[in-house]
Every structure is written in C-alpha cells, then in structure tokens.
C-alpha cells in the first residue's frame, strides 16, 4: 500500500513538473503572439532614419537634421546604438525584420526574469507563480511596439539578475555592471533606471553591513563614470534629468500625449457610455493589487534594496502609462517570493489546499487554456477589437495608425515640397520622405514651448495663420480628427484635395504639381460593392454577427477602414459616396459594429433621410450613450425636419 502511495506521489510530482514546463511554454508562446503586431509606432520613423543618418554620414547628430522649424535646436541622440542596428536589420529583412527582433528582444527579458523567479528553487518548488507571470506578460503587453524600451527592460533584468546573485547566491559577477550601462546609455535615455537600481541594492548593503564602503560600490562608481562615455559626454549623462520634466502634471507634453498619462484612470474601461472588462489596463490593475498586498504582508521582513526599488517603480508606473513594464520587471520576483507560505509555519488548510500540487497542477491547465485563447484571440484580432484599438496581428505598417499609404504616395510621386504636418506624422514621416517635416515626437528636441505654439496655430478654426507662417506647398493629416482643416480646405480655393485614404489626407497647393492627378471617390470605391436604393434597408436591418467570438479560428474583421474613409467623405461633403462606404462595412464586419451604425446615421442625417438615419442611432444606443444620437432621434420624431425625397 505504501509502495502504491508512493508510485502515486511520484505521478502526481511528474505531472505537476510536467504542467509546469507546459506553462512556460504557453506563457512564451502568449509572449511572442503578443509581440508579433502590426507596426504602429511613429517614433520608429525616425529611429530608422537617424540609424541611416549615421551610417551614411558617419557622425552623431548635434542639432536637429529633420526639421525645418527647430533646426537650431539640440539633438541629444542617444538612442543611437539602437538605431544603427535597426537601420541594418530593416535594410536586410524589412518590416518583419524589425518586428521579429523585437520579439526577441521582449522574449528574452522575459526568459531572464523567469530565471530570476527560480533563482534559488525549480518552478516545482514555488507556488503561485503562474498566473501571477500571466498578469505580468499581459500588462505589459500593451507596451509590446517597436521601441527601443524593449532594450531597456532587458538590461534593467541583467543587473537585477546580476546584483541578486551576489546578494543572495555570493555570486560574483559585477564587473559586467559597467558594461551592462555602457550599452545602456548608448541605447536607450532611460538607463537612469540603472543608477537608481545599482544605488538601491548599494543602500541596502550599507544599512545591512553597517558600512559606508562595500565591494558593490566601486562598481556602483564604474556604472555612473562609465556613462559619460557617450557621444554627448556630460549633456548625455544629464539627459534623463530632461525628461523627467515630462513626467510633471503641468508639463504640456505629459497632458496631451496618451503614454504620458496616469494607468490610475478607469476610462479605458468604458467606450461610448459602454463598460468594457478586458483590456490592457485590467490587467495591470490586477497585478498592481496583487503586489500591493503582497508588499504589505511582507513589510515585517523586507529588506532595504527591496522597499525602495517597489516604492520608486511603483511611483514610476503610477505616473506614465509608458512605465507599466519597468514596475513590472522591477518588483515581479519579489511579488511571487512574497506570496509564497513560510517554511515551518502551520498553515490553514485552504492556504494548504491551495498551496498543493494538485491545486498548482490545476492552476497550470488554467493558464494554459488563458494564454491559448488569448493567442487565438490575439491572431483572429479580436482581443483588439474588442476594446477598439487599432492595432492588430502582423508585421507590416498599420496604416490605420500610421500614414504609411499616403507617405508612399508622396514618395512615388517624388513630391518633395515643404511639408506642414500633424504631430502625431512627423516621426514617421521623417523616414519615409526625403525632406525635412515641421514637427516630430522627439519631445526633448521640439521643445515644450514650440510645440505649444505649434499646437495652438494648428487647432485653430482658422488655419490661415499657422499656412502663412510656415508656407507649406503639401499639408498632411489624420483627417478623422481634424475636421477642420477639410472644412478650411473647402473655402481655400489656393488648394487642392491631392489624396486620401481611411486614415490620412494629403492637401497641395495650387502650382506645385499640378501634373499630379488626384486620387479619387471613384477609385476609393473600386473595391467596394455598389448597393442599390433597394438594398439598403436590408443591410442596416440584417442581424448582427456574433459578439467577439473569442474561440472562433477565422480572422475577425471591424470595419475601420470604411469607417476612416466614409469620415472623410462626410466631412468632405460627399454623403452619397459616405453611405456607400458605410454600407459596405456593414456587410464586410465579421463581429458587431454598432459605430458604423453611429456614422451611418450622420450620413443620412445630413442626406435628409431621416428615417433611416433614426433608425442606425436606435441601433448604436442598444448597446451604447450618445447624447447628440438621442437629441436627433428626439428631433427627428418631432417632424420638424423634411424627409428627403428619395427616400421611400
């Protein structure tokens, strides 16, 4: 019988082990399904770009080289290491090129905080560590783009890796320390985090030792020396000291740009008057509790390094949305060593219970069924779809976040004109076109004060001030949220419409390339059907498709584009050519699309088909608040506005 128990013992200790390795596997794969997303960041525009410019010219940058408006103006590069080497790989392997390493680089910080969980004992030996490495992989997935902070988290990992084998293992390797924040500094302007870890684990070991002088602290020395060796010499060490400026509530930079901003506020989780659960920010907001609680309990027997290193990542992610990953790679090992249950204490039977092989067993086979639905949900893009993010599985240039089409556009027409651009363009826009742009997300470079200028002349109602300023021959922008300058262009009979597209337009003035034909309504509709008076009726009353279908393994598709382009229509005046579009999103969405139904009913609103635009508003407010929906309906009903003729 108790050899029978024992045989059992032993299953159950295989399977959980097997379980364990299962889990990683998931985890890893979750990691880099995540990973694999469409380009959509700006900055790496002109991250390319600088990259070619040094290896072309062979030199740094000193003032800025990309812009014709602040061209006096400091170019503190010290993301150059970075960009030199996505330059090489982009030249060699293009979009997936950059994506791929990328991952790579996202996947091996992970394998390194893994092995600073298991450190001192197997996964089979620590509890618990599963679902809080899940939350850990999902909140900082959001931040999963082509950046160079994807260098900093693997750095920031090496000398927690390497400062915790010395302190906890008498380890030895700190000479790589210096050499860790060499790279750093010529990669990344965040390598400040270095100082402040090295400092922390320095603070530590004087308050546990009882002296000022420990063996760490001449290479605490060597790691802060050792950053003046950059291109800048003392303007780059003192840089990160600039860009704390952005963190500051009253800075300009930190109130508008969407990074910037706390992870504290709940408005993610609603979407036009709709609660929505699953998104980035839930499961940040999971961890966050997690390791509150967890610090708390541990507060009796924390050690020095290990209070001030939670208390400042903690402070750091609170205030930027962009520093969710350090937290959660700086304080990750200590939340799952915290959590654990104390050896030689009695225990109640739930934490027993819990604690059990059996339990971690079944814990494992639940994240691992999370992380495979997730995957698939991440594939089929209905993860993003479902908290409406534009971004969406793959490699290439989203062009719904970036103007890689109207930029190629410009490109192959060889229009090298004098660009007036919105800011969000600028960095990209810098790789993709030869001349200089007016404004780029280079914060440090633009400068605060310019960029407030900037921002005022160009939201303006009236944008002769801001054209007489800087007297563009090609004006670009996102028209979806610049209405304005299409309604200006209207009046402004000195331009003409060149381009547009779901996402961008592109404007030209009158005698700069007339010999360029514009893009037109009918080529933009080319690709889509053509719906007759007759049809139209029983496309908007047809049903609705399933509600995100998580399990479903076919590509799911909202319509953005139609939605981008038939906004652009609309405020251009072309309602006929707005619904048409619409409609066709109406039939092309694999999953429920209650805005296209909102923008449909602006389109017959103003096409004086009432009824029927009554008729989309009440579809959008079945699952959505909208007050201007609800005053036309109101209106509407009143019969104090005419039906169109047209309309049966």
Same mark, same amino acid.
């Given at each position: ?10 299953k ?53 080289m990309?812009?014709?408006?602040v ?26 090129? +950059? ?8 996947? =091996?910080?992970?394998? /390194? #905080? %893994?092995?600073? *969980? ?24 959001v ?5 160079p ?10 000398i927690?890796?390497i ?13 790589? +320390? ?8 010529? =990669?990344?302007?965040? /390598? #400040? %985090?270095?100082? *402040? ?7 530590g ?32 060490a003192i840089?990160?000291?600039r860009?704390?400026?952005?963190l500051?509530g ?17 408005e993610?989780? /609603?979407?036009n ?7 980035p ?58 959590i654990q ?5 009695a ?17 494992n ?13 991440i ?12 971004e ?9 976040i ?6 190629s ?15 969000n ?9 030869p001349?200089?742009i ?14 407030y200028?900037y ?13 007489d300023?800087y007297?563009p ?18 009046k ?57 279908p998580m399990?479903?393994l ?7 584009y ?34 296209m ?15 029927r ?6 579809r ?7 007050d ?21």
């Open positions: 019988m108790m050899a029978l128990n024992n045989e059992n013992t032993l159950q200790k295989k399977f959980y082990a097997d379980s364990n390795k299962v889990t990683v596997f998931f985890l890893f794969g979750l990691i880099i399904i995540f990973s694999f997303r469409e380009i959509y960041s700006p900055d790496l525009g002109f991250h390319l770009r600088a990259g070619e410019w040094i290896l072309e010219n062979l030199k740094f940058p000193g003032k800025d990309f812009t014709y408006t061209g006096t103006h400091d170019y503190i590069d010290l993301h150059w290491l970075y960009q030199i080497t996505m330059a090489i790989i982009n030249k060699f392997s293009s979009e997936f090129g +950059l994506v791929a390493s990328n991952t790579v680089v996202i996947a =091996t910080s992970f394998v /390194f #905080i %893994l092995l600073r *969980i298991k450190r001192k004992q197997n996964l089979n030996e620590i509890s618990n560590w599963q679902f809080l490495f899940f939350f850990a992989v999902t909140s900082t997935a931040l999963f783009e082509t950046r902070h994807a260098f900093s988290w693997l750095y920031l990992n090496l927690f890796l400062l915790d084998d010395y302190l906890e293992l008498g380890k030895n390797n700190l000479v790589f +320390l210096p050499i860790i924040m060499l790279l750093w500094t010529n =990669t990344h302007s965040l /390598f #400040i %985090l270095g100082w *402040i870890v090295i400092g922390c684990y320095v603070l070991l004087i308050w546990r030792d009882r002296k000022l002088w420990t063996p760490l602290s001449k290479y605490a020395l060597l790691s802060v020396l050792i950053c003046f060796v950059n291109p800048y010499f003392i303007n780059g840089y990160p000291f860009q704390y400026q952005l500051q009253e800075n300009v930079f930190k109130n508008t740009i969407a990074e910037l901003a706390s992870p504290l506020s709940f993610s989780y /609603f979407f008057g709709r609660f929505i659960l699953v998104q920010l839930l499961w940040f907001h999971i961890f966050l509790i997690l390791s509150i609680v967890v610090f708390i309990k541990r507060l009796k027997r924390i050690q020095l390094h290990e209070l001030l290193i939670y208390l400042f990542f903690c402070y750091l992610a609170c205030t930027a949305v962009k520093n969710i990953g350090f937290f959660i790679f700086a304080v990750l090992p200590a939340t799952i060593k915290g249950p104390n050896d030689g204490v225990h109640k039977p739930i934490v027993q219970w819990w604690n059990s092989e059996k339990t971690q067993t079944f814990t086979l639940v994240i691992s069924a999370a992380s495979v639905i997730l995957m698939i949900a594939i089929t893009d209905t993860y993003y779809i479902n908290y409406r993010s534009n969406r599985f793959g490699f290439h240039y989203n062009n719904t970036l103007p890689f089409k109207a930029a556009f410009l490109r192959e027409n060889k229009l090298e004109g004098k660009v007036l651009n919105h800011f363009f600028g960095g990209f826009l810098i790789y993709m076109l001349q200089k007016s404004i780029d997300g280079r914060n440090e470079v633009i400068g605060e004060d310019f960029y200028k921002s005022i002349l160009w939201n303006q109602i009236d944008k002769k001030p801001i054209i300023k007297q021959e090609i004006i670009i922008f996102p028209h979806q949220n610049e209405f304005l300058w299409i309604h200006y262009f209207k402004d009979t000195a331009w003409r419409l060149l381009y547009f597209d779901e996402y961008a337009a592109i404007y030209i003035k009158k005698g700069y390339a007339d010999s360029i034909s514009a893009v037109t309504y009918n080529e933009q509709l080319s690709g889509y059907k053509k719906i007759a008076e007759l049809q139209i009726d029983n496309i908007l009353k047809r049903e609705c498709p399933l509600n995100f399990l479903m076919r590509k799911q598709y909202f319509p953005l139609e939605m981008g382009l038939s906004t652009f229509a609309y405020y251009d005046d072309r309602f006929d050519e707005a619904i048409q579009i619409g409609l066709n999103g109406l039939l092309n969405s694999t999953v429920a699309c209650p805005e139904y909102y923008d449909l009913g602006h389109y017959f609103f103003e096409n004086k088909e009432f009824e635009a009554a008729y989309c508003y009440h959008y407010l079945e699952t959505n608040s909208d201007l929906a609800l005053a036309r309906i109101k209106l509407i009903a009143s019969g104090k506005i005419q039906q169109s003729q047209s309309e049966p």
